[in-house]
């Protein structure tokens, strides 16, 4: 637990290039989380996930590195991390937790479109990918039928109701896809 020892140690050899500066630098980058210095926590994971000695340890450092960029609300950078974590771990460690993140990522950008996009591309998914689904559909249905494109707004309400993971939006998608089919006619 004494991260600032930690930290001055793990500096002197977490430049080199072999299998021990890869481990240090993503121990220097643990350390520096726990000493809040996420600034130092993202550089050590970066440096950490680029090099090849140990798999293991750049999966780790990936994910640490998204994790970072996420508490510094770079969403630009972590979806593009995310992205890359999903290509080069589709089996990974934390391929649940990324594809989650990734949906949460981006409907907080309000790129409804991209999100369900995204999530429909999924091999898998799990509770929360799927209540986020349907959320998105919900939502790009409110917009696509406040746009008056009536058809298009049943087919995501009509996907929000096919997952039907809370009901209270499942009786709001049945509402307002009635609606839509009215205003069609």
């Given at each position: 637990?004494?991260?600032?020892?930690?930290?001055?140690?793990?500096?002197?050899?977490?430049?080199?290039?072999?299998?021990?500066?890869?481990?240090?630098?993503?121990?220097?980058?643990?350390?520096?989380?726990?000493?809040?210095?996420?600034?130092?926590?993202?550089?050590?994971?970066?440096?950490?996930?680029?090099?090849?000695?140990?798999?293991?340890?750049?999966?780790?450092?990936?994910?640490?590195?998204?994790?970072?960029?996420?508490?510094?609300?770079?969403?630009?950078?972590?979806?593009?991390?995310?992205?890359?974590?999903?290509?080069?771990?589709?089996?990974?460690?934390?391929?649940?937790e990324a594809n989650e993140?990734?949906?949460?990522?981006?409907?907080?950008?309000?790129?409804?479109?991209?999100?369900?996009?995204?999530?429909?591309?999924?091999?898998?998914?799990?509770?929360?990918?799927?209540?986020?689904?349907?959320?998105?559909?919900?939502?790009?249905?409110?917009i696509e039928y406040n746009?008056?494109?009536?058809?298009?707004?049943?087919?995501?309400?009509?996907?929000?109701?096919?997952?039907?993971?809370?009901?209270?939006?499942?009786?709001?998608?049945?509402?307002?896809?009635?609606?839509?089919?009215?205003?069609?006619?």
């Amino acid at each position: 637990e004494q991260h600032q020892k930690a930290l001055e140690v793990f500096k002197t050899i977490a430049d080199r290039d072999d299998a021990l500066g890869q481990q240090a630098a993503y121990y220097l980058g643990i350390s520096a989380l726990n000493s809040k210095d996420l600034n130092a926590a993202m550089a050590a994971f970066d440096f950490a996930r680029k090099a090849d000695f140990d798999p293991e340890i750049k999966e780790e450092a990936s994910y640490n590195y998204i994790k970072v960029q996420i508490e510094q609300n770079n969403s630009e950078l972590a979806i593009s991390t995310l992205r890359d974590y999903v290509n080069s771990y589709p089996s990974g460690k934390y391929i649940d937790e990324a594809n989650e993140l990734m949906s949460d990522m981006l409907f907080e950008t309000n790129d409804y479109e991209k999100a369900i996009a995204y999530i429909e591309g999924l091999s898998r998914t799990t509770a929360k990918i799927d209540e986020a689904y349907q959320n998105l559909c919900y939502h790009q249905g409110v917009i696509e039928y406040n746009a008056e494109s009536f058809d298009k707004a049943i087919g995501y309400f009509d996907k929000a109701i096919k997952r039907p993971v809370d009901k209270k939006i499942t009786q709001e998608a049945k509402f307002w896809k009635a609606e839509a089919a009215f205003a069609s006619d």
